[in-house]
């Protein structure tokens, strides 16, 4: 009897999932909408919580469904249509000087045009801020400030915003105190001051390929060679290819975001972290780590960093808040290890001083415990954004088409039929009123010709989908 009843109930859950696995299908439930509670779907079903539960977990082991963390089960992808991951470039033989081709005035040459539909934007939506809360942060430490934060700052950094971010680093497992920390204007002064502490003009420095265009910029800026290491869109950096990179074209330092990066979205693995940190160690190589993305996962935990594993202070760790709280407030830090000292020389040569309202706003907002509420609603939003946006290039790009897959962070990396030709593609996008990032950007060699980059960051509308599906139709018109 028992046994009957257990098969019965075996019999239900499969029946349940497989109802609902056809309502996906049928995009009935689209990517990123919300399955009703285990217990609702008990009620709703006449079925028992375990048989609803095994439903969900049968739905949840085929990849069409998740769990989130305190919010439920959502429909994570759908079998219909589903792309295949970029592959990963062939490593360059030289290293070269850097060269920042015009394409990228042509992309962000005009960044607040209302007519643009702009995928080409790494930053989120501004309704996705918590403006209200900001502005208040401001008016209480405007009245609270006998200056009215008109003086200079600490060079090295409001001390009250240091301490708050040497509490947040405890969510990657890092242990500095406030006086470890240097305040910079955004993250990339970090980064340019941080290349200035370890290189000299004609040194080679190993990056990721592809990267992000500003980091060119960067490393430009201060006359040094880029080695491009091979970069997988799910793990990041290919260390076994890097160790053997580093003799060959005499690597003097390294500068990877390793934690979601920008295009690919890759996260590296904690124990490559580790990994990679004991290399650059033993050959007393630093490394700069650009965590920017780090606190955007879609995930349960946040994924650690270079800096946890640094034991020899020879990890530069660089961070801000552009892409989490307020682009527009311009506050990054860098937590320098034992170049500390140099690195603020180099800040109050150049800039002295950072924003001192700026600083006390969002130090003022952290204190007050909202930073780690806004975070939780902010990666809910990128995380169901990003699985609309990757069920529309599914459905609306050609079949050949190949798309990363991020666990956090804002942007997607397509790759194209190699007939197309991803700048050509931008200024035919252009026309319609849509931006992208062509691929030839984020190489210093102006690779990846037939790839783009989208950001996911605005919310989902029908303008969006219109747009993905006019990129899908210029793509089609071009093979």
Request: aromatic share 8%; hydrophobic share 35%.
């Amino acid at each position: 009897m028992n046994e009957t009843l257990e098969i019965k109930q075996d019999h239900k859950y499969v029946e349940v999932a497989e109802r609902i696995e056809t309502l996906i299908e049928k995009k009935v439930l689209k990517v990123g909408d919300k399955l009703l509670s285990v217990r609702a779907l008990s009620k709703e079903q006449g079925i028992s919580l375990s048989t609803a539960f095994q439903a969900y977990y049968m739905l949840e082991s085929k990849g069409l469904i998740e769990a989130r963390p305190q919010s439920g089960y959502y429909v994570k992808f759908s079998h219909a249509h589903t792309l295949d991951l970029p592959k990963t470039c062939d490593p360059p033989d030289d290293a070269i000087p850097v060269s920042v081709d015009d394409m990228i005035n042509s992309v962000y040459v005009d960044l607040n045009n209302e007519k643009l539909l702009n995928f080409s934007m790494g930053a989120p939506a501004i309704e996705l801020l918590p403006t209200a809360k900001l502005n208040k942060a401001v008016m209480h430490v405007l009245r609270q400030s006998k200056t009215c934060c008109l003086n200079y700052e600490h060079i090295q950094g409001n001390p009250a915003l240091r301490k708050q971010i040497a509490r947040q680093a405890f969510n990657w497992g890092g242990t500095p105190s406030e006086d470890d920390i240097i305040v910079t204007a955004g993250a990339v002064e970090a980064l340019s001051l941080c290349v200035k502490a370890i290189t000299k003009p004609g040194d080679a420095i190993a990056i990721e390929s592809p990267t992000y265009f500003a980091i060119f910029q960067v490393l430009e800026s201060h006359g040094l060679k880029v080695v491009e290491i091979p970069t997988d869109p799910l793990t990041g950096v290919d260390l076994d290819y890097l160790e053997k990179a580093i003799p060959r074209f005499d690597i003097k330092a390294c500068l990877f975001v390793n934690n979601f990066n920008n295009p690919l979205g890759s996260c590296m693995p904690d124990e490559h972290k580790k990994r990679l940190v004991d290399m650059l160690a033993k050959k007393d190589i630093p490394l700069i780590e650009d965590d920017i993305y780090g606190e955007l996962y879609f995930g349960k935990t946040r994924p650690k960093t270079c800096k946890t594993f640094d034991k020899k202070g020879l990890v530069l760790h660089c961070a801000s808040f552009s892409k989490s709280l307020a682009p527009g407030y311009r506050i990054g830090w860098t937590i320098p290890g034992r170049f500390k000292e140099k690195v603020l020389r180099l800040k109050r040569m150049h800039t002295v001083s950072t924003n001192t309202l700026s600083q006390a706003a969002v130090a003022d907002f952290l204190s007050n415990g909202r930073f780690e509420l806004h975070l939780r609603h902010l990666r809910k939003a990128l995380h169901t954004q990003s699985l609309r946006y990757v069920q529309a290039v599914s459905d609306y790009f050609p079949d050949d088409t190949c798309i990363t897959r991020p666990q956090g962070g804002f942007t997607l990396w397509i790759e194209m039929n190699k007939k197309i030709n991803g700048y050509k593609l931008h200024k035919r996008a252009l026309k319609h009123n849509i931006g992208i990032a062509p691929g030839q950007i984020f190489s210093s060699q102006g690779r990846f010709e037939n790839c783009f980059r989208i950001s996911y960051g605005q919310p989902w509308t029908e303008r969006i989908g219109q747009g993905l599906q006019m990129l899908g139709k210029l793509m089609k018109d071009m093979r």
